[in-house]
């Protein structure tokens, strides 16, 4: 009998923040912004374990509320600005393989401030990386108006030329150029190995999971929120 596949979702959610004081409790559309990111992964099918890592005792006890697990507190040097993702995830597996005496095989990360996200996306982006057997998936979003053909920057003689160099000037319809993708912030999915011994949340076998423009918000500004308001009223 072998194993089981362990996967542990984890909600990095501290108490600070830049661009919006207490980003992480701050309403919308009536509901702290954490719900959506815990209410996406408690209807999951396929994590194994679903946790909420904060310094922070009101965003612990809001998250206990809404039904996460909060199991131990992390740390305040890991929750600063200059704090990064892979050192809070790596914390989290460390700290919940002593706490669960088992081994996670693999993490889903869940950051609160893409509430947008769905179950269903969660789900379908661990079916992808278990039948594709990548060393991640990473949810990506189409880049529309941004495409970087149509990019520009100034050169040292103060020209105005293209980022990318085409061989041809840019002015084409949206439709002829070539799909382009950006990093959508809703979930990362990656091996334990890849975390705990290559040191990153991307692996170098990585698979798309592309998230509709329609639910890729990524919460930073107060204008992003409104976004995310109006959207959520018309799902």
């Given at each position: 009998?072998?194993?089981p596949f362990?996967?542990?979702?984890?909600?990095?959610?501290?108490?600070?923040?830049?661009?919006?004081?207490?980003?992480?409790?701050?309403?919308?559309a009536g509901?702290?912004?954490?719900a959506y990111t815990i209410e996406a992964g408690l209807g999951a099918d396929r994590l194994s374990r679903l946790i909420?890592?904060?310094?922070?005792?009101?965003?612990?006890?809001?998250?206990?509320?809404?039904?996460?697990?909060?199991?131990?507190?992390?740390?305040?040097?890991?929750?600063?600005?200059?704090?990064?993702?892979?050192?809070?995830?790596?914390?989290?597996?460390?700290?919940?393989?002593?706490?669960?005496?088992c081994t996670y095989h693999a993490v889903v990360m869940l950051q609160p401030t893409?509430?947008?996200?769905?179950?269903r996306d969660i789900d379908a982006g661990i079916e992808l990386f278990l039948a594709s057997g990548a060393d991640s998936v990473v949810?990506?979003?189409?880049?529309?108006?941004?495409?970087?053909?149509?990019?520009?920057?100034i050169d040292e003689d103060g020209r105005l030329v293209n980022f990318v160099d085409q061989g041809f000037e840019?002015?084409?319809?949206?439709?002829?150029?070539?799909?382009?993708y950006i990093r959508s912030g809703d979930l990362y999915i990656v091996r334990r190995h890849v975390v705990m011994e290559l040191g990153t949340l991307v692996g170098q076998h990585s698979m798309?999971?592309?998230?509709?423009?329609?639910r890729a918000v990524n919460i930073d500004t107060t204008s992003d929120l409104a976004r995310a308001t109006e959207l959520l009223s018309g799902m």
């Amino acid at each position: 009998m072998t194993d089981p596949f362990n996967i542990l979702g984890i909600i990095p959610a501290r108490g600070g923040s830049k661009g919006i004081s207490r980003k992480n409790l701050v309403e919308l559309a009536g509901k702290p912004l954490i719900a959506y990111t815990i209410e996406a992964g408690l209807g999951a099918d396929r994590l194994s374990r679903l946790i909420v890592s904060t310094e922070d005792d009101e965003i612990a006890q809001a998250a206990a509320f809404l039904g996460a697990d909060v199991p131990f507190k992390r740390p305040a040097d890991l929750s600063t600005d200059t704090a990064q993702s892979l050192e809070v995830v790596r914390h989290a597996i460390t700290a919940m393989e002593k706490i669960d005496d088992c081994t996670y095989h693999a993490v889903v990360m869940l950051q609160p401030t893409t509430p947008l996200r769905t179950s269903r996306d969660i789900d379908a982006g661990i079916e992808l990386f278990l039948a594709s057997g990548a060393d991640s998936v990473v949810s990506v979003v189409d880049v529309g108006a941004n495409h970087p053909y149509r990019m520009k920057r100034i050169d040292e003689d103060g020209r105005l030329v293209n980022f990318v160099d085409q061989g041809f000037e840019d002015m084409r319809p949206r439709q002829e150029l070539p799909p382009v993708y950006i990093r959508s912030g809703d979930l990362y999915i990656v091996r334990r190995h890849v975390v705990m011994e290559l040191g990153t949340l991307v692996g170098q076998h990585s698979m798309p999971l592309v998230i509709p423009p329609d639910r890729a918000v990524n919460i930073d500004t107060t204008s992003d929120l409104a976004r995310a308001t109006e959207l959520l009223s018309g799902m």
